[in-house]
């Protein structure tokens, strides 16, 4: 226990440890509280649900920041409910905390819109236990129908990914190269090249958030390596080994990936304010919630708006990491007594990659990349922003050899309860 002001930081995405970097010399005790005792990298989650890098290189020790931050402490714990009149927060796994100054930077989560079956057998890819549990979930159908061929037949190794947003194009666009480049070497007496990938989206057409030209690439280039784009359908139910379509037409797939849609994270709801679109919690210029100036949210689970354009953010990195920056930014001028600074953000463009040498940049003059270029440059972009030089060497050391071999070293199956 100290004198100083407690600043607790919630959630150690890219929001939270925005905030607590910039609180690095603030005269406060500074608490990070995460239910993972790790920062999950989710841009490349798809890889790792695709084998192409091992699991440990998009999760860094949030343990490891506690030595570059003198004045930060990290309890691993989940977060039960927010009182903003009391200033307490209630945990599963340890007692309640008071707070002077509170960042909420607890992410999103998969949104299943009410698709029947959904919730229960679609694959979300969120985070770190999504990735895995994937990777196994397919790695297992795959050894499945090895020794039971009529798998095949039902559908077993055919894959449909709903969304055809970054998140589900990356990820068919993998786990097609995963089949195409693989398992076709894998499992050479199966007939892996029948195997089927299929998006599903909605809107008549992928990529919405990008230019035209980008949109017809992406199409191509899935098309090109295999993926069958079914746009302007919708998936209405889902079971263990079929998928239904709005059309009528029912699918044989037994993985079928979410990539369709996020909410706030619930704990949202604790707070007995009104809640913004998708539960998102709405704040001012200063990033703080209104009545509660010692309240920030930031990140995924905010509604923030661009001070300069007026527009809505949208639940990517860059916003999230500069929100979180801003909030810790304008707690240390409180405590030094200096005006806040309003939210102005910094667009450095949007980038996606659909596989080897086909990726996507969109700058924010409206300027287009396409294939090998944007794919540099969305290799840089990442590498850059992993946390952690360890998981930055090992990354390189596996995308050089994937990219040289095309082999996915991290096709192994691991059951750590066996015996
Ligand atoms: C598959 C995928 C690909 C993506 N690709 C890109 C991309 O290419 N470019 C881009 O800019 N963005 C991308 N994004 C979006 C980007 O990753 C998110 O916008 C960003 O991570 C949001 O940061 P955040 O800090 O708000 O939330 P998060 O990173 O989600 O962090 C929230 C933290 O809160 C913790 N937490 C949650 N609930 C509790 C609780 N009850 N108690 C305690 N702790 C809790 C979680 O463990 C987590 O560490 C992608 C997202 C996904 C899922």
Same mark, same amino acid.
């Given at each position: 226990?100290?004198?100083?002001? $407690?600043?607790?930081?919630?959630? &150690?995405?890219?929001?939270?440890?925005?905030?607590?970097?910039?609180?690095?010399?603030?005269?406060?005790?500074?608490?990070?509280?995460?239910?993972?005792?790790?920062?999950?990298?989710?841009?490349?989650?798809?890889?790792?649900?695709?084998?192409?890098?091992?699991?440990?290189?998009? %999760?860094?020790?949030?343990?490891?920041?506690?030595?570059?931050?003198?004045?930060?402490?990290?309890?691993?714990?989940?977060?039960?409910?927010?009182?903003?009149?009391?200033?307490?927060?209630?945990?599963?796994?340890?007692?309640?905390? %008071?707070?002077?100054?509170?960042?909420?930077?607890?992410?999103?989560?998969?949104?299943?819109?009410?698709?029947? &079956?959904?919730?229960?057998?679609?694959?979300?890819?969120?985070?770190?236990?999504?990735?895995?549990?994937?990777?196994? /979930?397919?790695?297992?159908?795959?050894?499945?129908?090895?020794?039971?061929?009529?798998?095949?037949?039902?559908?077993?190794?055919?894959?449909?990914?709903?969304?055809?947003?970054?998140?589900?194009?990356?990820?068919?666009?993998?786990?097609?190269?995963?089949?195409? &480049?693989?398992?076709?070497?894998?499992? $050479?007496?199966?007939?892996?090249?029948? =195997?089927?990938?299929?998006?599903? @989206?909605?809107?008549?057409?992928?990529?919405?958030?990008?230019?035209?030209?980008?949109?017809?690439?992406?199409? $191509?280039?899935?098309?090109?390596?295999?993926?069958? !784009?079914?746009? &302007?359908?919708?998936?209405? @139910?889902?079971?263990?080994?079929?998928?239904?379509?709005?059309?009528? @037409?029912?699918?044989?797939? /037994? *993985?079928?990936?979410?990539?369709?849609?996020?909410? =706030?994270?619930?704990?949202?709801?604790?707070?007995?304010?009104?809640?913004?679109?998708?539960?998102?919690?709405?704040?001012?210029?200063?990033?703080?919630?209104?009545?509660?100036?010692? !309240?920030?949210?930031?990140?995924?689970?905010?509604?923030?708006?661009?001070?300069?354009?007026?527009?809505?953010?949208?639940?990517?990195?860059?916003? =999230?990491?500069?929100?979180?920056?801003?909030?810790?930014?304008?707690? %240390?001028?409180?405590?030094?007594?200096?005006? $806040? @600074?309003?939210?102005?953000?910094?667009?450095?463009?949007?980038?996606?990659?659909?596989?080897?040498?086909? =990726?996507? *940049?969109?700058?924010?003059?409206?300027?287009?990349?396409?294939?090998?270029?944007?794919?540099?440059?969305?290799?840089?972009? /990442?590498?850059?922003?992993?946390?952690?030089?360890?998981?930055?060497?090992?990354?390189?050391?596996?995308?050089?050899?994937?990219? !040289?071999?095309?082999?996915?070293?991290?096709?192994?199956?691991?059951?750590?309860?066996?015996?």
């Amino acid at each position: 226990m100290t004198d100083k002001p $407690r600043v607790v930081i919630l959630g &150690g995405g890219f929001a939270g440890l925005g905030a607590a970097g910039k609180l690095k010399k603030a005269k406060a005790e500074v608490v990070l509280i995460d239910k993972h005792d790790y920062h999950t990298f989710q841009p490349m989650l798809y890889q790792v649900a695709t084998n192409l890098i091992a699991t440990e290189e998009v %999760a860094h020790p949030l343990r490891d920041l506690a030595r570059k931050l003198p004045n930060l402490l990290i309890h691993r714990a989940t977060v039960t409910n927010i009182d903003l009149a009391k200033r307490e927060l209630e945990f599963q796994e340890m007692a309640p905390l %008071a707070y002077d100054y509170l960042v909420i930077a607890l992410g999103a989560k998969v949104n299943f819109f009410g698709v029947k &079956g959904a919730a229960e057998y679609a694959f979300p890819l969120y985070t770190l236990p999504d990735a895995v549990r994937l990777k196994y /979930h397919i790695l297992n159908k795959w050894d499945a129908a090895d020794k039971d061929r009529s798998l095949i037949e039902d559908g077993a190794l055919n894959i449909v990914v709903v969304g055809g947003g970054p998140t589900g194009v990356e990820s068919a666009g993998a786990l097609i190269e995963l089949y195409r &480049g693989n398992f076709i070497h894998d499992y $050479r007496d199966m007939p892996a090249k029948d =195997a089927k990938v299929t998006l599903v @989206e909605f809107a008549p057409n992928i990529f919405s958030m990008f230019k035209e030209d980008i949109q017809k690439f992406g199409k $191509r280039a899935l098309e090109k390596r295999g993926v069958e !784009v079914r746009l &302007g359908e919708a998936v209405t @139910e889902v079971t263990p080994t079929r998928v239904h379509l709005k059309s009528g @037409e029912v699918l044989k797939a /037994h *993985t079928l990936v979410w990539g369709a849609g996020l909410q =706030a994270n619930p704990i949202t709801k604790t707070l007995g304010i009104e809640l913004q679109k998708g539960g998102r919690i709405p704040v001012g210029p200063d990033l703080s919630i209104a009545g509660h100036p010692e !309240v920030f949210a930031v990140g995924d689970v905010a509604w923030m708006t661009d001070t300069n354009t007026d527009q809505v953010l949208p639940q990517l990195g860059g916003p =999230a990491l500069q929100a979180g920056e801003l909030a810790g930014e304008n707690i %240390a001028r409180d405590l030094k007594r200096k005006e $806040r @600074e309003p939210f102005i953000y910094f667009d450095k463009g949007t980038m996606a990659t659909i596989g080897r040498g086909a =990726a996507v *940049t969109q700058l924010p003059n409206g300027m287009t990349m396409k294939g090998k270029l944007a794919q540099f440059s969305w290799g840089f972009v /990442h590498l850059w922003l992993l946390s952690g030089g360890d998981a930055r060497t090992k990354t390189v050391i596996d995308w050089s050899w994937a990219g !040289v071999s095309r082999k996915r070293i991290a096709r192994v199956t691991i059951d750590p309860t066996e015996k």
